[in-house]
C-alpha cells in the first residue's frame, strides 16, 4: 500500500535494537493552504509580539512613552466599545436589476449604454450602491408562461426559474464586478452590473468560549491500558533589528611622477607657447603646440579609495511551551474517550472587514486548557453544553457510531503514513513533529554622494588650495532592516505495548491535515 504523506513532508525513523525505543520525525515545511483542507492551525500572539518591538526600542534615543501600556483586557473593553459606534451594514441586500421578457428576449432595466464622448464612443456600466455586506440580483420575468429561465453569473453558477415563474433572483455574495446572463430557448440577453459597498465594513472583538487548537489522540490500549500520548506546542515570537552605517570616499589625482621626462617635456613646450602668445608671436607658439602634438604626454590618473562599514544588530526571542498528557497511573481508555482535546479558553479575537474580506486576529486568552473527551461528555470541563459539543465533534472517534473503528483512511482530513509494529516486552515510542514558520524581513536604505573638483591655483602657495588637481568623492549610506519570526512547533510522542499479550499487533498511523497531530488505530478487523 502506497504511503500518502502530506505535500512538503519529510519522514524518517530510526531504531536502536531490542527494547529501544524508535523516533519518527515528520517535519512540515509547508505554507499553509488557502483552500482550508491542509490548515494547520496557527495563532499569533500579537500582544507578545508588541511587547518585543516595545522591548527592542526602550534602548534607542527613538523611543517615545506618550502612550502608556494597556492590559489585554482593557485593549479588548476599548475595541468592543468602540465597535458599537461602528455602522455595520446588513448582511444582505436585494438588487432589483430589471425585467427580462422571454418571448422578445428583450430587458429593461440597469443595463449598459453606449454614449459619444470626445467624438468616441463609451461603453457606461451600470453602477449601484448597497449598505450591505453581500448582494441579491432580482429579475422580473415576462412573457415565459411555458418557458424555463437560465440566470447566469460568471464565478458564481447558475438558478433556472420554471415556466410561468415571475422572478428569478441568485446570490452574488461580495461580487464588485458582475457579468450576467438570462437565456430562455433562443433568447438571451447579457450585461454587466457594478456594485458599489462602503469603503469599510466593519470592524471589532467578540469571545470565543472555547477555541480549539488541537486533538491529541488516544492510541488503542495494551491490556494494562498504558498505551500513551503527549502533546506538546511551542511557540516563539521574535524580532530582530539591524542599522547599518557606511562611509566611503574616493580621491582621483595625476600622477606625473610615473612619467616624469615626457610629462615635463610636454610642461615645458606647454608653457613656451603661452610666453609666445603673450608676446604677440601667434606663428611661432602655434608651431610649439604643433609639436606638442605630435609628440604627445604621458599622465596616469590615480584613484584612491577609502571604505568603512559599521553594522549593528539587536535580537530579542520569546518562547512559550506547553504539553499535556493523563497523569501517571490513570488508565487509558483509547479513542474516543481518553483522546485530548486542546484549546484556549475564552479566547478574545478582533476582527476587521475591509469590504473585500474579513480578518480574524486573536488578541488574548484565560487560559490554555486540554482536557479528554470523556471529561467533556461529563461536564468536568466546566464548559457550556454548546462548546463543549462542539469540541466533541472535532473527533471523529467520539462522534462515529463505529468508534474507534471509523474508517480514517476514506476521510481526506486524515492522511495515511508508514504503520507501527508492536511486539511482546517491547516498548516503542515515536515522535511525529510539525513546524510552521513565518518569516517577515523589511529593509529600508538610504545614500547620499557629493563630489568635490579640486584644482590647483595660486592659493595652493598659501595652503588654501591642493597643490594639485583632483577630484574627491564621499558617499554616505544608512541601512535599517526589521525582521520577524513567528515559529509554531507541535509534537505527539506515543509510548506503546502490544495490543495483546504474547503476540505481535500492528498500529495504523494517520497524519491530521487540520491540527498537525497523528491518530492511531487497531488496524485489526
Not at 462548546?387 to 463505529?402: E, Q
Amino acid at each position: 500500500m502506497p504511503v500518502q504523506t502530506p505535500p512538503g513532508t519529510t519522514y524518517s525513523r530510526s531504531s536502536e535494537g531490542n527494547n529501544a525505543p524508535s523516533r519518527v520525525s515528520l517535519t512540515n515545511n509547508r505554507q499553509p493552504s488557502q483552500g482550508g483542507k491542509d490548515m494547520f492551525t496557527h495563532l499569533r500572539h500579537t500582544a507578545v509580539l508588541t511587547a518585543l518591538i516595545v522591548a527592542a526600542f526602550a534602548f534607542s534615543p527613538l523611543a517615545r512613552a506618550d502612550d502608556p501600556p494597556v492590559s489585554l483586557q482593557e485593549a479588548y473593553a476599548q475595541i468592543k466599545s468602540a465597535e458599537g459606534k461602528i455602522p455595520v451594514p446588513t448582511p444582505q441586500q436585494s438588487i432589483a436589476v430589471g425585467t427580462f421578457n422571454a418571448t422578445t428576449g428583450e430587458f429593461d432595466g440597469l443595463k449598459t449604454e453606449v454614449e459619444i464622448i470626445n467624438g468616441k464612443p463609451v461603453r457606461l456600466v451600470p453602477h449601484v450602491s448597497i449598505n450591505a455586506v453581500n448582494a441579491r440580483l432580482v429579475f422580473q420575468l415576462l412573457g415565459n408562461a411555458t418557458k424555463s429561465v437560465r440566470l447566469s453569473v460568471s464565478g458564481v453558477g447558475l438558478t433556472i426559474a420554471p415556466a410561468g415563474r415571475t422572478s428569478v433572483a441568485i446570490d452574488v455574495g461580495r461580487l464588485r464586478d458582475v457579468s450576467w446572463s438570462l437565456v430562455s430557448g433562443i433568447k438571451t440577453y447579457r450585461d454587466q452590473l457594478k456594485i458599489d459597498r462602503p469603503r469599510i465594513i466593519g470592524a471589532g472583538a467578540f469571545t470565543i468560549p472555547a477555541l480549539p487548537i488541537a486533538v491529541a489522540y488516544d492510541p488503542p490500549q495494551n491490556p494494562a491500558g498504558t498505551n500513551s500520548v503527549v502533546y506538546k506546542r511551542s511557540t516563539s515570537l521574535g524580532i530582530s533589528m539591524g542599522f547599518t552605517v557606511g562611509k566611503s570616499t574616493s580621491t582621483t589625482t595625476a600622477d606625473t611622477a610615473q612619467f616624469p621626462v615626457p610629462s615635463v617635456f610636454h610642461q615645458q613646450l606647454v608653457n613656451a607657447a603661452a610666453v609666445e602668445t603673450l608676446a604677440g608671436n601667434g606663428v611661432t607658439a602655434a608651431a610649439l603646440q604643433q609639436i606638442d602634438r605630435f609628440i604627445g604626454k604621458a599622465q596616469r590618473n590615480v584613484t584612491t579609495k577609502e571604505d568603512g562599514t559599521s553594522t549593528s544588530r539587536r535580537a530579542y526571542t520569546f518562547t512559550e511551551e506547553h504539553s499535556c498528557g493523563l497523569a501517571d497511573g490513570v488508565r487509558h481508555l483509547g479513542p474516543g474517550h481518553s483522546d485530548l482535546v486542546v484549546y484556549l479558553r475564552n479566547a478574545r479575537v478582533v476582527w476587521f472587514d475591509n469590504g473585500f474580506t474579513t480578518s480574524l486576529q486573536l488578541l488574548g486568552y484565560d487560559a490554555f486548557d486540554c482536557v479528554t473527551i470523556d471529561q467533556l461528555r461529563s461536564g468536568t470541563a466546566n464548559l457550556d453544553p454548546a462548546a463543549a459539543n462542539a469540541l466533541i465533534a472535532l473527533d471523529p472517534f467520539a462522534t462515529s457510531p463505529l468508534g474507534p473503528k471509523v474508517p480514517l483512511a476514506a476521510d481526506p482530513r486524515y492522511a495515511s503514513l508508514p504503520g507501527i509494529g508492536l511486539l511482546p516486552d517491547v516498548v516503542v515510542t515515536a515522535t511525529y513533529t510539525q513546524q510552521l514558520l513565518i518569516d517577515n524581513t523589511r529593509s529600508e536604505s538610504s545614500a547620499r554622494t557629493v563630489t568635490d573638483d579640486l584644482g590647483a591655483g595660486l592659493l595652493s602657495l598659501v595652503g588654501l588650495a591642493p597643490s594639485q588637481s583632483q577630484q574627491v568623492v564621499a558617499t554616505l549610506s544608512v541601512g535599517t532592516t526589521l525582521e520577524t519570526t513567528d515559529t509554531t512547533t507541535v509534537s505527539t510522542t506515543l509510548t506503546a505495548r502490544t495490543l495483546t499479550d504474547g503476540i505481535r499487533t500492528e498500529l495504523a498511523v494517520f497524519y491530521d491535515r487540520i491540527f498537525g497531530t497523528v491518530a492511531f488505530q487497531d488496524p485489526r478487523p
